[in-house]
């Protein structure tokens, strides 16, 4: 239970309040004395030679939090600082997430770590990023708009109104990557959870209508129950995530139109988000988790933020006034005036192309796909990628699956694949979550060159040397590859 000193009232529908109680999290089975045992294991690059391990636990911890580590599960004759070591909570977050960020690790090294004040069998893994310059092959996985699987989350029966329900005995998403464990670590550019949906899925009749006083309850255990599916993957690999709309929305999973507004704190302006992960932005000149850089062998990867802090005098498209028109959202901004193109500018600007030929970005809104488009996105973005030569853009929002020719300001590249001058544009938002897939345009854009709107999966990056990137669309159910495309880039290696 959150030993909580005080009481936080919360307005809801302008005159009903609750007092935020000593509650426990329903997505656990608790045991006596178990309050610090860790659950929701995650785990982020920072940088070459460190690791922020992350963890939660149903009461604050009786210091700043650490980790014993080494290279032997049966060994771990290092302890962390607990400089490096911080418990952070929001007034109705039902755990705390820990965090602690190791140092001065050895490159490509599997480590094994285990919280302290837990039991002897609470060990976990990581291996550390590829060290810059190594150009030996390897894989990454991307998943986009991946959310709550099982009975409350994607399921066979899912909630009214919602598109291409799982099949039975049907493998979804996180299971697929669990099973095809071939990468190096896990990209997730935003839509992590989708809890922000509990309302919508009440109203539909998914879930059992609750009082208004407990909604906080319904939101912070369904974010807590994917995290729990989560972390038989995320206790393995490092999870790089970004921030999307539903790590931020306040208007309840789209219920517009009903009389009524219930803007959790945990839900609104990002607030799980910032608690919950820890991302290499202090590495890397960044902000926190919405925008940063790494490092991993031959390639360098940029997380940008589509939401907000988009420079140039832009809105989010989500913000008051942006082009998605939801007057309601709290979201940002966090930085200062252009913080953010600034920084995309100096990050790319001084990548060493010779030991990390490839450059990789990602913001969670696409501007070139076939659906709706983030027009903001591109006008803050796009000119810069082009500029530094991004090699490829990924990205999601639009539940489906498109692949773009390389293109830049409405032009296809001639070239297409072959050694193009212009950044090559994914979408694929199609990983899963209560609401399934969207529809594509009856007519798809001009340079559309592959597309489905009807299989969940996720994306895998294959880095064979420095002048050939392959991604594969993965299909989740089976592991088939629906869509394959190599990229060229004629340079020497």
């Known amino acids: 239970m959150l030993p909580m000193k005080h009481h936080l009232v919360l307005p809801l529908l302008g005159f009903v309040s609750f007092v935020l109680a000593d509650l426990p999290s329903v997505s656990h089975v608790r045991v006596p004395n178990d309050t610090f045992e860790p659950v929701q294991i995650r785990q982020a690059y920072a940088g070459s030679t460190g690791m922020h391990l992350s963890w939660n636990t149903f009461a604050k911890l009786p210091a700043p939090p650490t980790v014993h580590y080494g290279f032997s599960p049966t060994f771990l004759p290092f302890l ?24 001065q690790l050895f490159p490509n090294t599997k480590y094994y770590w285990k919280p302290a004040f837990s039991n002897a069998s609470s060990i976990f893994s990581f291996t550390t990023a590829r060290e810059t310059g190594d150009h030996t092959p390897f894989t990454a996985a991307v998943v986009v708009d991946l959310g709550l699987i099982g009975p409350q989350g994607l399921s066979t029966t899912v909630g009214a109104g919602a598109a291409h329900p799982l099949q039975p005995g049907e493998i979804n998403t996180i299971q697929s990557l669990q099973q095809h464990q071939d990468w190096d670590f896990l990209w997730h550019p935003g839509d992590i959870a989708y809890a922000d949906y509990w309302l919508k899925e009440e109203l539909q009749g998914f879930l059992p209508n609750t009082s208004i006083a407990d909604g906080f309850h319904v939101y912070e255990s369904l974010l807590n129950q994917f995290y729990d599916e989560m972390t038989p993957l995320t206790s393995q690999k490092p999870w790089m995530v970004g921030p999307g709309n539903h790590e931020a929305n306040c208007d309840n999973g789209g219920t517009k139109g009903y009389d009524v507004t219930i803007c959790i704190p945990g839900q609104t302006n990002f607030t799980g988000f910032r608690n919950h992960f820890r991302m290499p932005s202090s590495e890397s000149g960044g902000l926190e988790n919405f925008w940063f850089s790494f490092n991993h062998g031959m390639v ?19 913000q008051p006034g942006g082009s998605a028109g939801n007057p309601g959202e709290d979201s940002g901004p966090f930085g200062l005036a252009d913080q953010q193109i600034q920084w995309l500018i100096n990050d790319l600007k001084n990548v060493d192309r010779k030991k990390t030929p490839w450059v990789v970005a990602a913001g969670h809104r696409p501007w070139y796909v076939s659906g709706t488009a983030c027009p903001e996105c591109r006008e803050a973005f796009e000119a810069t990628l082009n500029q530094y030569s991004v090699d490829l853009v ?72 420095c002048t050939h990137l392959t991604h594969e669309f993965v299909k989740s159910a089976d592991g088939t590859v629906l869509d394959s495309a190599t990229l060229f880039k004629d340079r020497k290696c």
């Open 80 to 103: 962390s600082s607990p400089h490096n070591g911080e418990s952070v909570t929001y007034p109705t977050s039902l755990t705390y997430n820990n965090h602690v960020r190791l140092k």
């Open 300 to 318: 360098h990867f940029v997380q940008f933020d589509t939401e907000t802090d988009l420079g140039h005098g832009l809105l989010g498209p989500d």
């Open 394 to 465: 990924m990205s999601g929002h639009v539940h489906v699956y498109e692949r773009s020719a390389p293109i830049f300001n409405g032009t296809v590249d001639p070239n297409g694949l072959n050694n193009p001058k212009f950044p090559w544009y994914i979408t694929n938002g199609a990983a899963g979550h209560y609401d399934g897939l969207d529809t594509l345009s009856a007519t798809l854009a001009p340079y559309s060159r592959a597309a489905s709107d009807k299989y969940y999966g996720w994306s895998r990056l294959v880095f064979h040397n």
